[in-house]
């Protein structure tokens, strides 16, 4: 992808993006557009997406990270049919204190769906490998996180690639041997969806956003017909197809990054004056399995 690409691709969303499953298809739209037909169809998998909430952080990018992620909640709730369930992939907190934890956990409360599971980004373990964001959130899960499950005919795979990092996420040989047991019954027909927090391709590895050991998780997958690999972490929309897995990085509810390449490191980016609301846009995706191409739509949220 030519930079230039990069950069129209990298549309900013802060909100919640909606992604359905339809016999195998994943077809995406943002919080509060109407659905297409598909996803009306009551067996059809419905999920949201949200990430990157830190709340905690206090800073000039964005001053009340908490009303963001209220109206994201607000957002969700506005979707028209409930979700299946909710993911939040990551960076819930900013400073993984115990009453940031409580925080989050208590606005996801207000979510109207059965089920909200997490992933933890590296602000959710910051000084303790995770333990307090697994005391709040790691019920049912294993090792240091990770979990799998299976839903209306998809197989889930939730992914912890935040606890060692050296510059890249890691996963390492448990999780690996997790992965590779964890799917060795499945059909090959089966459509998977992994999430993760940071990135499982090298979308740009000089910012550590990438994972040092994907390759090896992903060759547990390619066997099966339809990939989907959603993470957080890079604050910004992103997507691109290798073989039979697709990936799409998501967006915040807090702040921006800057995009791949624009400045020395990923900080927050403080927008001049009445400009943040103007960076929210949408991308609407669908991923038809057998095709390597994508059909992206992106524009502004209006």
């Not at 419905?46 to 963001?68: C, E, K």
């Not at 390492?172 to 992965?179: A, C, P, R, S």
């Amino acid at each position: 992808m030519s930079r230039r690409q990069l950069l129209r691709h990298g549309a900013w969303f802060g909100g919640a993006v909606v992604l359905t499953v339809v016999g195998g298809e994943v077809i995406s739209h943002v919080g509060g557009t109407p659905a297409s037909a598909a996803a009306q169809d009551p067996n059809a998998l419905r999920f949201v997406q949200i990430s990157d909430s830190h709340i905690g952080f206090h800073g000039p990018a964005n001053l009340d990270v908490t009303g963001s992620f209220t109206r994201a909640i607000t957002q969700v709730n506005a979707v028209g049919l409930q979700p299946d369930f909710v993911m939040h992939t990551g960076d819930l907190t900013h400073l993984s204190t115990a009453a940031q934890f409580d925080q989050v956990h208590q606005m996801l409360g207000g979510l109207r769906t059965g089920k909200v599971f997490t992933v933890p980004g590296e602000h959710d373990s910051v000084d303790d490998h995770g333990q307090k964001y697994r005391a709040t959130f790691g019920a049912g899960t294993r090792g240091d996180g990770w979990y799998s499950f299976d839903i209306k005919g998809v197989h889930v795979i939730a992914l912890v690639n935040t606890l060692a990092l050296e510059k890249l996420g890691h996963l390492g040989v448990d999780q690996l041997d997790f992965i590779q047991r964890d799917v060795a019954g499945l059909s090959s027909d089966t459509p998977i969806v992994v999430f993760s927090h940071i990135p499982l391709f090298a979308m740009y590895p000089m910012w550590g956003w990438g994972t040092d050991d994907a390759t090896q998780a992903l060759s547990y997958l390619r066997r099966f017909s339809s990939v989907t690999c959603l993470n957080g972490h890079v604050h910004q929309l992103f997507s691109k197809t290798e073989g039979n897995v697709t990936f799409y990085s998501a967006t915040t509810t807090a702040y921006p990054l800057p995009h791949p390449g624009q400045g020395p490191a990923p900080v927050p980016l403080t927008l001049p004056a009445g400009q943040l609301g103007d960076a929210l846009g949408i991308r609407d995706v669908t991923y038809q399995p057998g095709q390597h191409a994508l059909a992206i739509r992106d524009r502004k949220l209006t």
